[in-house]
């Protein structure tokens, strides 16, 4: 696949802290609609390349492309989450002294500036969203609850539906599956996969049953870079990453 | 738009506040001027100016809050934004002295003629007018803060590192102004005022004016702390007070969010400086004093974080008590006062707006156990993270 | 000055003879002309010295002393001179001449015989020329110095003599330049004169310069350029010198932000906590130097140099005792909100310095240097002074000595595991709550420490802390919180930097630009001076 | 409702506190005392305080005055000068003071002032000050310029033939006028510009290294060279400190200072200062026998042997007799009655003299120029032959010297112009 025809498009990215590389030559492409999981070991570098597609970190070297032809490398964070890519990080963010209600109501696809929110009113359409997005998430008998009351679990599904308010091309997921109970984890693929039809998302993920509930394709990341790339079996079956991460 | 953004402000706590705030704008000036000085009502003229400067600092502590409480940013340096509209009101009160100074000099304060000036420097044309001086208490803190968060937020210089640098900002400007070529007189700062808008400053019923006026500028900051807070643009602060780097992921231009609330939280701090300087009689260096700053972070915190009215009643209380230990304990009173701020801390970590609605919210909830409407109660808040 | 001549010719010839057997029998003659002294006004004072110094009788030395230091008294109601020891609200007295005691009396019954600098001067030249020839070398320099300061032909002989015997050779130039001085001051002919002017160039110091710039006005012929030369060739030296000093001034202030600082580099830098009670730590340890000098005054004045020493661990122990009670009564239920430390530490801090000023009063308390942190040494042509070498030194011992603990020891293990993740450290069995008291305790301590070495050139007064309070969050952040290294680069940037701006822009404007340097500082780097990189700051 | 509850409350303590306080007893004459005692000042206001309550004591031992005993009413500014005009109105209007004897720094003064002129009461101001003020519900028991400074100066000229000059001050306005009269002083004495060295150091400077460097080159040019001192509290002694180390004797190099006291030298080693000097009105070594029972009845007053008496408490010891005889003269206390009577009032001041209160609100004074001991005294080495009146506008700087000030009727006036006839920008 090209770079004018991806979605996202990585190559050459490398980026170190004192001396740490943490991504080492990465290169990873994303096709519009397409569903990817990542897995590696910590320290990886899944987080690091979350950051530096995101804006919050800027690579050494390499390029970053967004939609073909936007470069990331020159955004920043709010410009990025503007241009459609939404971020679920990897400890469930969500503003905890807020509603359910009012987290929702923060992510909604809006104008964002200040002067615009200084005197928003909230419109139809933007409550009957709410409402969806509330119903999709399984929190509408909690939309009045302060954010900071929710279950871990429930905070990870906020966080999701903010990222789905947001109405993103492309979502990048952090663990989204840490911390749940095993039926929550099973709804939890579910709803993603439900995402995924209309949105291309990012999965990191450690939880290989998880993993396999998703069908997808599998990148293992290792030191900074790719080391297999495929079906969750082909992976698997691959010595070397068994050797780093699933043997050990 | 703009009645429906007011309109938002008043809900029935606020309304309450403005109801009383309003009943003692209008009862203690009309105490103090219509009652005889021997009727027991009488509220002494020494009363009135001693409220009136509370109100200037509450005024402070609001606009304290509005960063501190609803953002997140913890300025050491609010004192300054104070100052400087402090500054603005005195050189216009110093202009209006005119040739009744010491030396009789009909352009140059006394202070510069004492040193041998024998001209004006340029930045005190135009302080004659008030309409001038008006704009400056508002542009001069206003545009200071802005050139200091458009830096400062943009390079994201924020917890700690905010508040030092917001610390070593008004200390510099403390050194500067009792610099005596700085042109603003140095140590001894602007005095000696005569009048104000034509009306002599040690007048009663110009007091009593000055009063209402603090009383009104409170009122009026008030709401418009309020309408901001309860927008969407409020929600959006306390997004970004409590999880900053969410808010970027969400879109938000973090940077500029702060940037406005940062430049009208120094806007409110210049109107409380310009307010309090003629009811004091003097503004000096000393105002800039990083001491100062933490003062009124103090307020906040006793009145409650977060709360607005908090922030009010706090400035409010611990300016009483601080009245009333030096003098009933001079010897003592600083025991007294840091006993105040250790308990508070320790017993009442959301303040006493916040422990009290906190109480009431629990009361009513066993009462009633039904769900509050939407919408933010900073009642059920859980302790802000600070430093973040 | 006829008189001071004529008493330094005398005085020559009464010392270099050696031979003064005959004096003791005259001293009762000296009576009437020591009481005389109390005659009247600085004029009479300095003609009775004349007077004195004539009768050729060494006798007068002890009285000469005393006078120079302020203690003869006369008695108000017969006018005799004796030499008073104040003891309370009575003169001890003793004789002037027979240094025996001779009772007491009220202080307001004794008349004090004034001096002042100009007598002063006097006796320092007579007892210089005294002692030109003593057995201690030391003696020897500050009589040679006495004399290069009096600038007095009539001491050329006197020390043309002084040269033929001495053989030290730092006493040698010192005398030699007090010569070369003299002779400017002389009639002595233009060869001589030249011969003075190159001794001085070679001296190539400040009081050269000070001499030379004196002559100046009143050379002749080819005197006039030579002294141009040596006094232009000597401020080039002094310039080149001046920068090296500015560094030492520099590194100087660096230390004394360093000692103050420290401290809350680990209150602060690693506990989080905003310690607004820093300064009254440091205050806390200056008292402890007051109240240990103060005893040592009383009861064991012979280990007044040993002050520093004792109250070095006293100081550690009182604050970092009082540090652990705050940590105790109040931090400990703060972690977590560090503003709100601020809060609660600002109370405390107001607390303390109103105990202090109620246990102590109000006033600036007297702290001492003791005799190896007084005065000064000469590096090339740089002075530095003690107290601020040996604060240098110590600030630098401090700071090692806590990395060594927080590096080496397990305590310091304990400490960065418990502040890099506190549940984690508590599962693993470190005792929590008592690493965070010890830790804040051993803040608390050095802040002490800081406190002893800081009384030796500040205010011991309630304020102290204040003053140093701002200035140590500065540093701290400046150099980037959590880290020492930080602290101690920025302690020395910050005061390197803000000696080289005195000279141009003064103290004031100095400071001003140091913080909105620091300002801009922050703008570059958010996270100071030595910040961490890498995912986990932000988490 | 608990806000409105907490309001009320609030507001009715207000009320009663500030009501309550107003009820002023009728028995005894009250006496108000306006001295920091926390904050940067209590440093040197503290003493003040104590000198106050003492002289009141020592007032109601005699019989109080007009019959009635003496009250003392002590408040804390804490060195926050609108908190000094907020205190000075509490005491005036809230505790019905007869007159306030109180401030230490210039800027508490003006902070001041407004507040005595509109409420018609008494401030007696203790402090040695930059002049250039007369006011008339304020009398300046302090040193002007002229009784401290400008003596000071011809001293060294005349006594130690001093030719260069170190001015040295904090940056405040009363080192910086004291220097502006001194500058045209030496110039107008014939000496040059580049003989004269002016340096300003911020409050509290306490790294003096640079500084002192300075003065050492400066006074390396064969001229014998003194610094006048005008640095302030605080920093005197991180900056004699490193004098005394950087080895700059009294000798070679003297320093004068205006605001080195007793006080200030109690926190210092003077064994290596002796000889630097200090002009004052008096010091506690005075010989005089009414110091030495001024000096007995502070040491039992504190209950401490080595409390130092200063040229300030003594300024309150005369402006209190000063106040003491005019209510006596005028038979009341009554601010009015007391302006007119108070004038020409001639009290024994500390050195054995007598003082008295001029038109212009200022003293007559002894000048006396002292050296200091290794005793933590000074030592009185020269002193004006007669008394020297306070100057309320000095004659050396160019907006004040056709000014004079005259507080007789019918003059009546702080600033009357001489060449214009009028007076100057008063009201009225």
Known sequence: MTRQTSLLYLDGVSVSFDGFQALNELSLVIAPGEMRAIIGPNGAGKTTMMDVITGKTRPDTGDVYFDGVIDLTGEDEASIAELGIGRKFQKPTVFESHTVRDNLDLALKAPRGPFQTLFHTITGAETKQIAYLLDLIRLTDKQSELAANLSHGQKQWLEIGMLLAQDPKLLLVDEPAAGMTDAETEETAALLKDIAEDHSVVVVEHDMTFIRSLEVKVTVLHEGSVLAEGSLDHVSADPRVVEVYLGR | MMTSFLFRALDKNAALFLGLLTAIIVAVPALNLLLPPDHPLHVPTYAVTLMGKYLTYALLALSVDLVWGYCGILSLGHAAFFALGGYAMGMYLMRQIGTRGVYGDPLLPDFMVFLNWDTLPWYWYGFDMFWFAALMVLLVPGLLAFIFGWFAFRSRVSGVYLSIITQALTYALLLAFFRNDMGFGGNNGLTDFKDILGFDVQADTTRAALFAASGIALGLCFIICRAITRSKLGKVLVAVRDAESRTRFLGYRVEHYKLFVWTISAMMAGIAGALYVPQVGIINPGEFAPANSIEAVIWVAVGGRGTLVGAVIGAVLVNFAKTWFTAAFPEFWLFALGGLFVFVTLFLPKGIVGTVTDNWAKVSRRKHAVDERPGDTPSTRPAPNPAE | MPYLKSLLVVLCLLILPAGSAHAQEDTESLRPLINELAGGGFSETEQQLGVLAATGNPGVVPALEALADGDLYARKSDGVVFIGERDGRVYKLTD???????????????????????????????????????????????????????????????????????????????????????????????????????????????????????????????????????????????????????????????????????????????????????????????????????????SAPGLFNYSLFMALPLAFLTAGLVGIAIERGIIRFLYGRPLETLLATWGVSLILQQAVRSIFGPTNQEVGNPDWMSGAFELGQMTITYNRMWIVVFSLLVFAGLMLVLKKTPFGLYTRAVTQNRRMAASMGIRTPWIDALTFGLGSGIAGIAGVALSQIDNVSPNLGQGYIIDSFMVVVFGGVGNLWGTLVGAMTLGVVNKFLEPYAGAVLAKILVLIFIILFIQKRPRGLFALKGRAVDA | MKKTATGMALAALLATTMLGGAQAQEDTIKVGILHSLSGTMAISETTLKDAMLMLIEEQNKKGGLLGKQLEAVVVDPASDWPLFAEKARELIEVNDVDAVFGCWTSVSRKSVLPVFEELNSLLFYPVQYEGEESQRNVFYTGAAPNQQAIPAVDYLMNEEGVERWVLAGTDYVYPRTTNKILEAYLKAKGVAEEDIMINYTPFGHSDWQTIVSDIKNFGSAGKKTAVVSTINGDANVPFYKELANAGIKAEDIPVVAFSVGEEELAGLDTEPLVGHLAAWNYFQSADADINYDFIDTWHAFTGDEERVTNDPMEAHFIGFNMWVNAVEKAGTTDPDAVIDSIIGVTVPNLTGGYSAMMPNHHITKPVLIGEIQDDGQFETVWETSGLVPGDAWSDYLEGSKDLIADWRKPMSCGNFNVKTGKCGGSEG
């Open chain 3, 96 to 298: 002037p001449l027979t240094l025996e005691p001779a009772g007491e009396e009220r202080r307001r019954d004794m008349k004090k015989i004034k001096v002042n600098n100009g007598l002063r001067r006097v006796i320092r030249t007579a007892l210089g020329t005294l002692t030109l020839m003593a057995p201690d070398p030391a003696t020897r320099l500050a009589a040679a110095d006495a004399m290069f300061k009096a600038q007095d032909p009539g001491s050329i002989e006197a020390l043309d003599l002084a040269l033929t015997q001495e053989t030290e050779p730092r006493v040698r130039r010192k005398m030699e330049a007090a010569r070369a001085a003299a002779v400017l001051k002389s009639d002595k002919p233009e060869a001589v004169k030249l011969g003075a002017i190159a001794t001085l160039e070679a001296l190539g110091n400040r009081d050269a310069l000070s001499v030379l710039s004196g002559f100046l006005p009143e050379a002749q012929g080819a005197e006039v350029p030579a002294t141009e030369t040596a006094m232009a060739r000597i401020d080039k030296t002094l310039a080149a010198w001046g920068a090296a000093e500015n560094v030492w001034y520099g590194i100087s202030l660096g230390s004394v932000l360093l000692l103050a600082a420290i401290g809350l580099a680990i209150t602060f830098g690693v506990m989080g906590v905003i310690n607004m009670a820093h300064g009254e730590m440091v205050m806390i340890g200056a008292y402890v130097t007051f109240v240990v000098q103060e005893i040592i005054r009383t």
